[in-house]
């Protein structure tokens, strides 16, 4: 079992950053392949980034390649989601995921034009 808590959500102007954290529980977080979802209001969730256990691959969404890195720190247990650049579109409530299988709760930004 893993439990997942995202943060870090707000308000930010377009063309601001922000960076989202995810802290996992549990002694496994090392072996699990993890990644972020968003989903917008009216919209399906979507995948946003992924990165394996080690950190040594990370894969990301046509829509936010070049703006958001995704990053991990197996001894403290987190996951984070750096975002560059953020558009209005990028607003959503977005979630960490681990293995496809554990959700957190999801944390919410809003970017105003």
């Known amino acids: 079992q893993v439990q997942l808590v995202e943060s870090g959500g707000g308000f930010v102007q377009a063309g601001g950053s922000l960076r989202l954290s995810c802290a996992a529980s549990?002694?496994?977080?090392?072996?699990?392949?993890m990644s972020w979802f968003r989903q917008a209001p009216g919209r399906e969730r979507e995948f946003v980034a992924s990165i394996s256990w080690s950190g040594g691959n990370t894969y990301y969404a046509d829509s936010v390649k070049g703006r958001f890195t995704i990053s991990r720190d197996n001894a403290k247990n987190m996951m984070y989601l750096q975002m560059n650049a953020l558009k209005p579109e990028d607003t959503a409530v977005y979630y960490c995921n681990a293995i496809l299988l554990y959700w957190g709760q999801g944390t919410q930004f809003a970017v105003s034009s």
């Open positions: 549990g002694r496994t977080f090392s072996s699990y392949a």
